[in-house]
């Protein structure tokens, strides 16, 4: 239990249930700051619901959800995100209308001063306001956010940078993860968490994406990761966790789990290297 | 008197009534995820049908009843065939906006062949009453509770253990997968559309008979009470359509026995609003669940809007501006006064449905609300024209947001209903509320407009005033666009569930989007309150809000250009062609369809 206090996400009990089937079952779970986590499991397992429990996007039926000591679980998906708490999404959600511009710039959207002023019941009309009279300090905020835009887009190399302007539904499924993950680094986020941000991608594309994590990781940032590309879980992860039938069956260092026989059983099957299960799993 | 007996059993045939409308309703909704907006339309077509039937061909009633079946049964048909499954691949919103063009289509297609007057529909059975406990049941409420236990008795039949009727089933709990085991969906559909659309002309017809009346307001009546008793019961369950037909059916009958017939359907609806609120998957839903993923903007068709230089917009301003000091004739002046005070409609239409995407079929409500404020602040309170409009946007702002807010948490196609629901209720407490709103006598002898104490009256003026207030709302809606709440709101419309992952609240930035086009509509019929000088709960109607919404699909759905362009053309075009007002309604609807189908980004683009 005194690892729960210094950590930064923690999940004591987590349950949630569909009709009969149990999604997420008792799940415990301690991310410490800088940290990262794999969360790794055949599809189907719960890995995505419980991340639409951490976000709030669902409710869980038993257990809480902790950030920094701070008990948020069933707090609205807004209030998570004003906390810090930034997604991506399994099936990329970008804005398809918008441009990757306005995308990463929604990103920074709790992140917002000048025009989303915290006055109670008035703040509203005020934001409407001063979104119509602009007045130098909304223009010089959405200026000095437009060139932090830019920045993080430089972070996918020539990838985004010359789409600024695009809609965002004329780009190529691995550039719409990109702007995913570019949105999420927007709201400077405490803690990030990944739905397989490698779906779809090829094997270049793949390592692009796997050398941008582990610079986040380097950075400092805590990281929650759903992947089901081993060599990538294997590399870039302090500890994975295996999810089966929304329980969970092994927690520890990839090499400790990729040996374990229960893991052996209910994710790999027979193959150990992993090629081949990825396959099926992309 | 009446007995508590006799309202139960009315409420229950009535509710029977509703059944087999609104089984039809779920069953499209299982099948294609869509709510038939036209359903209530094919409602009609019985009944009309059913009249031709019994008063021109003298039919029996046995041969009535199939006569009418068949014929719904065919129209649903065409209706799939030719209005429905072209849009399968397409957005979210066409289908949505198909149904709605259909059901104006068919509407005016039946005004125009027999006449918008009331007709008579005999029961062709005999007029007896038979003495049953406390109160009295006749031939025609027993022949009603037969068609409809006996509908569902084949109902059940057909979906339990025909092989067609499994695919049916197969295709409600999951489409991909059951195409995948080779389903034929277009025959799933086919015979979906059918079989609602044989019981929804059954319906009509039996309903005629009951009250021995026909007319051509049944169909938006029908439609929206079948919506209501599906939605009751959650929508797309048959079961749950059916109790929920039952439920609706008595508590508008005992609200009848209490308060009056007039408050018939604002029951209705208030229970529509309330369940929507409470319990928007309907009362036997069991559990909640996370709506699947989307994929990308499938709402709405993503375009690359035509962008048109600062110029040029200056240049077409100007040039409208000069206009009246140029021989131009008072009726060019009068349609043009016309296409702006749309146009500002259109404009606040463009953004809630366009922008935000709500899309709203009760937007006439907000233009009453901004007229009788104006209206009454100027009369009873003797405030200034000019400030009794500012007012009337105000209060349409304000009152129009309230009223729309339950609706915030829905989406797609059940914030349709909601407003459309909502614009009802506001014409009915209009109606009813007479104390405040004269009833319905209407508001006479308005102020004409003034502005600073000098009076508005001639054309040009009003057409220069008009003209100069629609230009500021559409240059401060494209500022707003360009500000953080254009994307914000854009965001919300593309995908509220990552929009919300993002902190972006979807009840505060609904609610700013409604209180900025509230405003614009406020303004809107606070002018024309003034200009008409008389005003009564149907001057805003129905009809407004659907051509709001054609001029909005016209122009490319949040485009600012396009709202006023598309205001130009459909109130300018048919004036050019001189086509007679009883068929502008029709062409309203079939640009609709046209449009949904061949472009659906509008002429300018969405933005």
Sequence with gaps: MEKQLHSMLSLRGLTRRFGGLTAVDAIDLDLAKGELISIIGPNGAGKTTLFNLVTGLDRPDAGTVSFEGQDITGL????????????TFQLGRVFGNLSVKDNVLIGAHTRLRAVKPAVPVIGPLLELGLALLRPSSVRAEEERLREEVKAILARFGERLLPRIDQPAYSLS??????VEIARALALKPRLLLLDEPTAGMNPTETAEMQSLVAELKAEGLTILLIEHKLEMVMRLSDRVIVMDEGKKIAEGPGEQVRTDPNVIEAYLGHGLSGTTEQESAA | MSSWFDYTINGLIIGNV?????VGLALIFGVSRLINFAQGSIYLVGAYIGWVAVMQL???LPLTIIVVAAAAALVGLVIERFGLRPLQNSVRIAPLLATIGISFVLDQLVMLTFSP?????PSQLPDVRFQLGGGTIGPLDLLIAGVGITSALLLFVFLRYSKLGWAVRAASQDRDAAMQMGVDVNRVNQAVFGIAAALGGVSGMLVGMYYNQIDTAMSLQATLKGVVAEVVGGAGNVPGAVIGSLLLGLVESYGVAVFGTSYRNLFAFLLLVVVLVLRPNGLFASTRQAPPEPLTGTFIAPSRPLRIPRWALAVAAAIFAVLPLF??????????????????????????????GQVSLGHAALLAIGAYTSALLSLTLNVPVGLAIVGGGLMSAALGTLLISPSFRLRGHYVSIATLAIGEIVSLVILNWESVTRGPIGISGIPPLTLFGYDLISPSSVY????????????????????????????????????????????RYKSLAFIFGGFAAGVSGGIAAHLYSYINHETFNTQQSILALTVVILGGLGNVVGAIVGSVALVGLPEVFRIAAEYRILIYGIVLLLLVRFRPQGLLGTI
């Design chain 1, 173 to 178: 499924y691995a550039n719409r993860r990109r």
């Design chain 2, 58 to 60: 003298h039919t029996p």
């Design chain 2, 117 to 121: 007057n009331p007709r008579a529909l």
């Design chain 2, 464 to 507: 220069w005033f008009s003209l100069a207030v629609m230009v500021v709302l559409a240059l401060l809606q494209g500022r707003l666009l360009t500000s953080h709440l254009g994307r914000s709101f854009r965001a919300i419309r593309d995908d509220d569930i990552a929009a919300r992952a993002y902190g972006l609240s979807l009840n």
């Design chain 1, 76 to 87: 609205s998906p807004e209030r998570l995100a004003a906390e810090g708490i930034a997604r």
């Design chain 2, 327 to 356: 021989p131009v004739s008072f009726y060019v002046l009068q349609t043009l006064i016309n296409a702006w005070l749309l146009g500002m409609l259109a404009l606040s239409l463009t953004l809630v449905a366009g922008t935000m």
């Design chain 2, 18 to 22: 509703y059944a087999l409308v609104a």
